[in-house]
């Protein structure tokens, strides 16, 4: 099933790799223009921007840290000058470290707070000029933020923060007809998973075919599918929400 987002303009962080290119793969697929941003200068910009090439439309993959303030208000400002407005807001970029509590830096903390929660509040308060009656801001969470998880401790803090921040502005932007939701994903297969040494690769499939209902880890496109049903007017009464995309954990 295709969802028709024709005419929309979507914001997505940190979509050149992972999760986020699948989530602008799926936008641009259902007809949405696309402006995205990445860290670094790697094959996996190149590659994007290709795919979006070919699939037409107008998108535009640009180099931006949203861990710096200056470099989201930059984003924000090409958004405005490519598109005038912005419909869908997708806060994806995020990192991850595993330290035990004890010996988790400042530093540390600061960096997974700034990239995965303060950097969204950052993005969905420079985009708000650009946002109407109808808009959809979607923030990518982590089931790890409900459950817990060792050694992540910044990590699950910034998420569930996340899920706060949502409920709030839900209440908060709701009369101007903007919807503000939360997906929390279960684990999902990206490069990072290929990258990972294939023992404790298989490992962490065999646990997850275990612990899920699906008995399988999950695709970026998954996450895009729901990531389209909330850009989409299918979703127009749900707002506030944390969904789970998690095959049934
Ligand atoms: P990846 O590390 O595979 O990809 C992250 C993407 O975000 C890359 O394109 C990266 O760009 C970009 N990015 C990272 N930091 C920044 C930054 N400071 N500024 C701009 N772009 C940035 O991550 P995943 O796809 O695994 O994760 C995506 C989201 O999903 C995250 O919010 C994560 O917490 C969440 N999530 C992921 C799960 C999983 O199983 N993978 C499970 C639960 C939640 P560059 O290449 O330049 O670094």
Request: hydrophobic content about 45%.
């Amino acid at each position: 099933m295709t969802i028709d987002l024709k005419n929309a303009k979507a914001l997505v962080t940190g979509g050149t790799r992972g999760i986020g290119r699948g989530i602008v793969l799926g936008l641009a697929a259902a007809g949405a223009d696309v402006i995205t941003c990445y860290r670094q200068e790697s094959e996996a910009v190149v590659s994007l921007r290709n795919e979006l090439k070919e699939i037409g439309g107008e998108h535009h993959v640009l180099r931006a840290d949203v861990e710096q303030p200056e470099e989201i208000a930059r984003l924000l400002t090409e958004a405005e000058q490519r598109f005038g407005a912005l419909d869908v807001v997708v806060n994806n970029a995020g990192v991850i470290s595993h330290i035990p509590f004890g010996e988790l830096a400042l530093e540390e903390w600061r960096r997974v707070l700034d990239t995965n929660l303060t950097a969204s509040f950052q993005v969905i308060q420079r985009a708000l000029p650009l946002l109407g009656d109808g808009a959809s801001i979607i923030n990518i969470g982590s089931r790890g933020a409900a459950a817990g998880i060792p050694l992540r401790a910044h990590y699950t803090a910034a998420k569930a923060a996340l899920i706060g921040m949502t409920r709030s502005l839900a209440k908060e932007l709701g009369p101007q007809g903007i919807r503000v939701n939360v997906l929390a994903l279960g684990v999902i297969e990206t490069e990072a998973l290929e990258a990972m040494p294939a023992e404790q690769r298989e490992a962490l499939r065999a646990r997850y075919s275990e612990k899920t209902s699906l008995g399988r880890l999950g695709t970026p496109a998954e996450v895009a599918g729901a990531v389209q049903f909330l850009a989409s007017d299918l979703s127009r009464y749900v707002t506030g929400e944390t969904i789970n995309v998690d095959g049934g954990i």
